[in-house]
Each structure stands twice: as C-alpha cells, then as structure tokens.
C-alpha cells in the first residue's frame, strides 16, 4: 500500500474524509487505511461506513484494529486510543 | 454467549463500562460484546483498550465490526453508526 492511501479522520466534517476516501480509490488504491484517534474514533466509523455504503459499492471492511498511543503533552504523559480500518475491493 | 455478556456503552464515564466489563470476565464469561452506537463508538473503544491492557491481561480483542443502523426518530429515518468490539480470553 502506498503512503498516500492513508486517511486521517480529525475534527473535519465526515464528507471531508469521504470524499479523500472515495478519491484515493477512484485514482486506483485497492485498499485504503482510516486513521483516528480519540474522539475522531467515531467519525472514522462514520466515514467508512459512508463510504461503503452510498459511494463504493465494491468495496468492504477487511480489518479492524484498536490500540492504545502514548502522547507527550505538557502536562505529562497520556494515553489515547486509536483505531485503524482498512478499507478494499 | 449468554445475553447479558454485553456491555452497551452510552454517555456515562469510561470506567463505569470498564467495570462492567471485568465483573463479567470475573464472573465466569469466556467472551463479553461491547456494542456502541453514534458519538459513544469513541468510548466503547477506550472501554476496550482500558480493560485489556490494565485490568484483563488474559483477554484479546477477538473481532471488530463495524454497521449503519436506521433510527426511527420524530423527524424521520436517521442513520448512526455502530460498532461492536467482542473481548474474549
């Protein structure tokens, strides 16, 4: 998979991401990977299901995987999950 | 898996979810679901991470989908996302 069929969910509106989403595969990705962190988590299920759903017919959820991240702030150390779906036809 | 191995995670704090999901694993269940719909998809996946890695060091996450569900509401159709992340030893 290359670099750039990697998409970052954040603070964005869904169709934002739906729309890099269903670019990448247009462009000839075969997979594509949904990345999120925190509270993005939800709207990178909303965004592939979206995707999915009303836009990419031929493609499905070949894997999930959740895990926790480890950020440096100011005030120290703290956890954050994150979520990786990948998408592909 | 008996019914009640399932932890539906809402709007309260993490750890309430997290406890329910250890007194499960505590009391005998061999798997236990955690389902979340909408903006509470974010916390049932930190409720996931936080059991396995500080409270259940026996348990994996076995499977993770991912599914759009139709909500009658008072303005019509609404679709919400849903996740449903099963734990199990």
């Keep these: 998979m290359a670099e750039d069929d990697v998409v970052f969910v954040g603070s964005k509106p869904?169709?934002?991401y739906v729309l890099a989403v269903v670019t990448q595969f247009n462009g000839?990705?075969?997979e594509v990977?949904?990345?999120a962190r925190g509270r993005a988590i939800?709207?990178?299920v909303d965004v592939a299901?979206?995707?999915r759903a009303r836009f990419l017919l031929d493609v499905s959820v070949k894997n999930i995987q959740i895990s926790t991240e480890?950020?440096?702030t100011d005030r120290g150390e703290t956890?954050?999950?994150a979520i990786e779906?990948?998408?592909?036809?």
């Design 33 to 35: 990977k949904i990345l």
């Design 42 to 44: 939800s709207r990178a």
């Design 28 to 30: 000839g990705a075969k």
């Design 49 to 51: 299901e979206v995707s």
């Design 85 to 89: 779906i990948l998408l592909g036809k």
């Design 70 to 72: 480890v950020l440096n």
């Design 14 to 16: 869904v169709m934002n």
């Design 79 to 81: 956890n954050v999950s």
